[in-house]
């Protein structure tokens, strides 16, 4: 029987903008993973040229080391200097020891994001949400997708993008291939379906989804080919765990030029009095329809936000 949510998960036309929609033009090429018990990694945070910083008080971070990384994860968003790249906090789970003081410290230092780990599906993510009840209303909640249960019940946990402060989701490809006793090669072969699905989950809902980190950062071809990987599936971004990693992946998730001025060329034939009205034309030899229109645009305004 499929997950039933209440009624409250259906979207009115006429309330405010979700988060998910609020924020879905921002780019999101790259997201850096850095352990905020790492005080050289958080003083270098603000020179990298990444989308989005993500301070890890979670995987990165040893036990002993949690509270530490709290007050110097905090201490850094408080502090500023991050332009526009968005910053957020990856917290410990709720389950955990450490996580409602995470919860409680990061809710209020002013950081974008609170990235909920092992997130297994709808109740988990009300969980949280129900957890930042107290918080601003623009801090987004984004999560981890990082089990088997977890893509499983994606179409549900998208839904709630609807009612609740979710707006992007990870995919956590190492944790998946723990539970899956998967051996992933080169290509990702056996990871392909689920990121597919997870990409397909994430546009039915308005959700910006990251493909998982490459833990190769030495081999910077093998590294671009994933990145290729995840452009091909239609990924926004990808998560990072190594600063040598951003500039491939900015390139990788970035519009390419031929792109753009197809774009451009699509845009202008629309504008063109004899299209108006019409749902598809000749464009450059090729049909085109609206609906690449509609995606034309969103490059075009992509480039110029990525240009600053």
């Known amino acids: 029987m499929p997950f039933l949510m209440p009624d409250t998960v259906h979207s009115d036309p006429t309330a405010p903008a979700t988060l998910a929609a609020r924020y879905a033009d921002r780019p999101r090429r790259s997201a850096l993973f850095m352990p905020a018990s790492n005080p050289r990694a958080l003083a270098k945070a603000r020179s990298l040229p990444a989308d989005v910083i993500i301070l890890d008080l979670e995987d990165a971070v040893a036990p002993d080391q949690k509270d530490e990384a709290r007050d110097a994860a905090v201490a850094t968003v408080y502090s500023g200097g991050f332009g526009n790249r968005e910053v957020a906090i990856r917290v410990n789970g709720l389950d955990t020891p450490w996580g409602a003081a995470d919860l409680a410290a990061v809710a209020g230092c002013g950081a974008d994001a609170v990235v909920a780990p092992k997130v297994n599906g709808p109740e988990d993510v009300l969980a949280w949400n129900e957890a930042l009840s107290h918080a601003s209303g623009d801090l987004q909640l984004w999560t981890m997708i990082e089990s088997c249960g977890a893509f499983l019940r994606l179409d549900a946990m998208g839904a709630l993008a609807a009612s609740t402060r979710l707006s992007l989701w990870i995919a956590g490809t190492n944790d998946l291939a723990r539970e899956m006793r998967a051996k992933p090669k080169p290509g990702r072969a056996v990871f392909y ?82 299209a108006m009205g019409k749902g598809a034309i000749r464009v450059d030899g090729q049909m085109v329809e609206l609906l690449h229109l509609d995606e034309a645009r969103r490059l075009v305004a992509l480039a110029k936000r990525i240009e600053g």
């Open 193 to 274: 379906p689920m990121l597919g699905f997870a990409v397909a989950a994430a546009r039915a809902h308005g959700l910006t989804v990251l493909d998982g980190v490459c833990n190769e950062f030495r081999d910077l071809d093998f590294f671009r080919a994933e990145v290729e990987q995840g452009v091909e599936l239609g990924f926004d971004g990808k998560s990072l765990i190594h600063p040598d990693q951003i500039g491939p992946c900015n390139e990788g998730f970035s519009p390419g030029t031929q792109e753009l001025e197809q774009a451009r060329q699509i845009i202008e034939a629309f504008a063109r009095p004899e």
